[in-house]
């Protein structure tokens, strides 16, 4: 159902008196939704981590999936983050984002209190009874604190609602092994830039990407490529974003995407507490990979 180059979407803010993240941009994220249909991509991943949902609201977060919603309006699908620490609070939100005429769900592990595989299995099974919908896992051990093994992925793949799983453990032997266990029941997609054309190469259907934020048309032909078998010039595609990726990597995302975005003139880059503006020479050094790759907006440096 899922495939191709897909954006895990920012959240825009406006500033508030203190120069930081305030409220919702409703303006410039509907912006931004009709800027990644111009630019091909297949599905917009919103209020996922990039799109800071841990300082969203519940009602910011459900207004947030209404807008992208509304304002897709059946041009291009929408996935909704829908994950939390309490399997509770991840059906309710799964629910209001199946309501609201989402296509399908992110799914993040729960975070923090750290599941035991076992604990895991049950999280998503509990969800599956409760929300007959399209759901993606979402494996990103460096924020939640625990690992979902791919025997674990594939004792899930049984069930009609997982899709698929976003994979973003950075350790290749263990999506070799995913692959291997899944045996396609389940599409895999890569949840690291930097592994975007590994994973395609293996047989994967896609990447929920955040360079995609930035360079969406680069990433939706790199896809493309690789999905239709060219794996040559996908190659190339990767190899030629592989400085902006690293770039982006410089700081805790979403800063350096959202400062990229500021730089190449397309949203202001604010964001909200615990989140900072990035370093001097991060910024820098950012800026001038934006530079060699023709980003930046004159005077945004």
Known sequence: MFSGSMVALVTPFSRDQDGRGGEVDEKALRGLVDFHVREGTRVIVPVGTTGESATLTHEEHERVIRIVVEQAAGRILVMAGTGSNSTREAIA???AA???GADGALVITPYYNRPTQEGLVR?????ASKVEFPMVIYNVPARTGVNMLPETIARLA???EYVGVKEASGNISQIIDLFHRLENRMGVYSGDDLMTYPILALGGHGTISVSANLVPKMMTELCDLALSGN???ARDRHNS???LHQALGLETNPIPIKTAMEIAGIIDGAMRLPLVPMEPENRRRLSEVLSWMK???DGSR
């Open 93 to 95: 939100l799964t629910q």
């Open 295 to 297: 980003l930046v907006k």
């Open 231 to 233: 794996l040559s010039p």
């Open 98 to 100: 199946k309501q609201m």
């Open 123 to 127: 999280h998503y099974e509990a969800l």
């Open 158 to 160: 049984t069930l009609p």
């Open 241 to 243: 974003l592989i400085p």
